[in-house]
């Protein structure tokens, strides 16, 4: 027989599925990202939680080992090329370890890259006329 994988409907829902240690850093790293994008909105998108501000802005997620952060855009993975070597990145997604120090100062200046990102893609639309 096939588990059904869980599916969540509130960001709440998702944390309260994490083994107590890997919801504590989690609650840490969302923290961080709010303080960054106080005005963001905060949803399910992928049964994972992410923070949308004029288009998606930033998914988090915590696993067995690690946290990870994924990015819609790229960009921000040659800007912080350097502040990334210690970590594992892959096309998308930056992965930091559960037992080690979360870098919360670059997740919140990652996280006002992406404002200025989505701000600026946001000004770049040609206008409707009404």
């Not at 829902?13 to 890997?22: M, T």
């Not at 961080?32 to 998606?56: C, D, L, T």
Request: glycine share 2%; hydrophobic share 40%; proline share 5%.
């Amino acid at each position: 027989m096939v588990e059904e994988k869980a599916r969540f409907g509130t960001v709440e829902e998702y944390l309260q599925s994490l083994p107590e240690s890997a919801r504590a850093v989690l609650e840490e790293v969302r923290r961080a990202i709010r303080n960054a994008a106080p005005e963001a909105e905060e949803v399910i998108s992928y049964q994972i939680p992410a923070f949308k501000f004029h288009g998606m802005l930033i998914y988090y997620s915590a696993y067995t080992q690690h946290v990870s952060l994924s990015f819609p855009a790229f960009e921000v993975f040659e800007v912080f090329k350097k502040e990334f070597a210690p970590y594992e990145v892959s096309k998308s997604t930056i992965r930091f370890k559960l037992d080690e120090t979360m870098p919360l100062d670059l997740i919140r200046r990652i996280v006002a890259f992406r404002l200025k990102e989505n701000l600026e893609k946001e000004n770049a639309k040609p206008k409707r006329k009404t």
